[in-house]
């Protein structure tokens, strides 16, 4: 059912390439501030939930479990935000914000790394670094901050790296269009986020 296919010289499967192609429609509709985002952010992260862990990238798939509660939440804050408006506004970081985000990339890699070594996988430190990231970048996402992008350039980077380690090369294609997709989001999402940070702090 899930057998190993060629396409266009890359070896993938109908499951991998269902979920390139979600997770593309997923950044797509991000830069373009759709809430509709967070229904293929869903199917998508539940989909690359089986790839994952049938390539025992298990901090990965874990990952994608807490990408779909995170993507309710995200959805339900893009709608219904605390300010009383229509939709959430992009904003920035300020100084707290960045140290929060760095404090949190670095506990959640100690920790997710840790547990990550008791499993069978080959990859622990650097699945545990990049799921940390992931986690900073989602929630970043879903409070609508302009950084949110510059912490998706930085793990989608290291990411292609690991999927081409892993054998997952249609992946680390999707991933490599990421990288290009983040820039492309970085600089339409700060033509409206405002100038200052002000009352940015992560709440």
Same mark, same amino acid.
């Given at each position: 059912?899930?057998?190993?296919?060629?396409?266009?010289?890359?070896?993938?499967?109908?499951?991998?390439? @269902?979920?390139?192609?979600?997770?593309?429609?997923?950044?797509?509709?991000?830069?373009?501030?759709?809430?509709?985002?967070?229904?293929?952010?869903? =199917?998508?992260?539940?989909?690359?939930?089986?790839?994952?862990?049938?390539?025992? *990238?298990?901090?990965?798939?874990? *990952?994608?479990?807490?990408?779909?509660?995170?993507?309710?939440?995200?959805?339900?804050?893009?709608?219904?935000?605390?300010? +009383?408006?229509?939709?959430?506004?992009?904003?920035?970081?300020?100084?707290?914000?960045?140290?929060?985000?760095?404090? +949190?990339?670095?506990?959640?890699?100690?920790? @997710?790394?840790?547990?990550?070594?008791?499993?069978?996988?080959?990859?622990?430190?650097?699945?545990?670094?990049?799921?940390?990231?992931? *986690?900073?970048?989602?929630?970043?996402?879903?409070?609508?901050?302009?950084?949110?992008? =510059?912490?998706? @350039? @930085?793990?989608?980077?290291?990411?292609?790296?690991?999927?081409?380690?892993?054998?997952?090369?249609?992946?680390?294609?999707?991933?490599?269009?990421?990288?290009?997709?983040?820039?492309?989001?970085?600089?339409?999402?700060?033509?409206?986020?405002?100038?200052?940070?002000?009352?940015?702090?992560?709440?």
């Amino acid at each position: 059912m899930n057998d190993t296919l060629l396409l266009l010289g890359f070896a993938t499967t109908p499951l991998e390439l @269902i979920s390139f192609v979600l997770a593309l429609t997923t950044v797509a509709l991000n830069i373009r501030q759709n809430h509709w985002a967070w229904l293929f952010a869903i =199917i998508s992260s539940a989909a690359y939930g089986f790839v994952f862990f049938e390539s025992r *990238l298990y901090g990965d798939m874990a *990952l994608q479990l807490l990408f779909i509660s995170v993507s309710f939440w995200g959805w339900y804050q893009w709608l219904h935000p605390a300010s +009383g408006g229509k939709t959430l506004p992009v904003t920035r970081l300020d100084g707290r914000g960045w140290l929060a985000c760095a404090a +949190g990339w670095l506990i959640g890699f100690l920790l @997710i790394a840790w547990l990550l070594t008791t499993t069978d996988t080959d990859v622990p430190h650097a699945d545990g670094f990049l799921t940390a990231g992931s *986690l900073v970048g989602q929630f970043l996402l879903s409070r609508k901050k302009l950084e949110n992008w =510059i912490a998706w @350039i @930085i793990v989608d980077v290291l990411y292609v790296w690991l999927y081409v380690h892993k054998g997952l090369t249609l992946t680390a294609v999707l991933y490599a269009f990421f990288v290009v997709m983040a820039i492309i989001g970085l600089l339409a999402w700060k033509k409206s986020a405002p100038a200052a940070p002000g009352a940015m702090v992560l709440k």
